[in-house]
């Protein structure tokens, strides 16, 4: 059975920084690509940051750049997203998905159907 597991959500003040995880097991780590999705309320859920290790590629939306670093430890089948500099519009439920092919598409476009964490959330306010 897929599973993901997030975790490392948190209120922190402007500014600060977290590091959420997702911890992944029941599939072939190495052979798919991970990714990091957000969601607020009313909105579409949105492609933050996504790596393939295979490819030794990642992505990152313009709104993250140069703040968040994604990064991924194979030998734990876990993915971290390293968040600094937080603002109040990156609060946001986090969700990661494991992506077996097109996980460009997916990142940048619709987000995927498939395997998908329970989210964690995030919260940036003062």
């Known amino acids: 059975e897929v599973q993901l597991v997030e975790s490392g959500g948190a209120l922190v003040q402007p500014g600060g920084s977290l590091r959420l995880s997702c911890v992944a097991s029941?599939?072939?780590?190495?052979?798919?690509?991970i990714g990091w999705f957000r969601q607020v309320p009313g909105k579409v859920r949105e492609g933050v940051s996504c790596?393939?290790?295979?490819?030794?590629?990642?992505y990152y939306a313009d709104s993250v750049k140069d703040r968040f670093t994604i990064s991924s430890d194979n030998a734990k089948s876990t993915v971290y997203l390293q968040m600094n500099s937080l603002k109040p519009e990156d609060t946001a439920v986090y969700y990661c998905?494991?992506?077996?092919?097109?996980?460009?598409?997916?990142?940048?476009?619709?987000?995927?159907?498939?395997?998908w964490g329970q989210g964690t959330q995030v919260t940036v306010s003062s």
């Open positions: 029941g599939f072939s780590f190495d052979d798919y690509a």
């Open positions: 790596i393939s290790s295979s490819e030794g590629r990642t």
């Open positions: 998905a494991a992506m077996e092919r097109h996980w460009y598409y997916y990142c940048t476009g619709p987000p995927p159907r498939d395997y």
